[in-house]
């Protein structure tokens, strides 16, 4: 069963730096999940797409994250990444990670709750 669980979220003052993780198992790395990304929800707010990476290492960004955050993947272990740096309370949000493609339902992680605040 493709399942995916996320970590390394957690309370950063502004300016500060995290890295979350998203493990995969299952079916997820197995050439049909061609793109995963990250998607972070805010209270109040729909869920938004922050980058996405695709099988073959190309990468995509939301406009507001350009330049601070990082996708990046590891195939050998399962495991993408998202580097963020310069984090500011508008990035305040649970974090998802997501596996999807053109062939297959899309699967979600649980979340990882990321807050910015001094």
């Known amino acids: 069963q493709a399942q995916l669980v996320e970590s390394g979220g957690g309370l950063v003052q502004p300016g500060g730096s995290l890295k979350l993780s998203c493990a995969a198992s299952?079916?997820?790395?197995?050439?049909?999940?061609?793109?995963m990304g990250w998607y972070r929800q805010a209270p109040g707010k729909q869920r938004e797409l922050v980058a996405s990476?695709?099988?073959?290492?190309?990468?995509a960004y939301a406009d507001f994250v350009k330049g601070r955050f990082t996708i990046s993947n590891d195939n050998a272990k399962k495991t993408v990444y998202l580097q963020m740096n310069s984090l500011s309370p508008e990035d305040t949000a649970v974090y998802y990670c997501?596996?999807?493609?053109?062939?297959?339902?899309?699967?979600w992680g649980q979340g990882t709750q990321v807050t910015v605040s001094s």
């Open positions: 997501n596996a999807n493609g053109p062939l297959v339902l899309a699967v």
């Open positions: 299952g079916s997820i790395f197995s050439g049909l999940f061609t793109t």
């Open positions: 990476i695709t099988k073959d290492g190309r990468t």
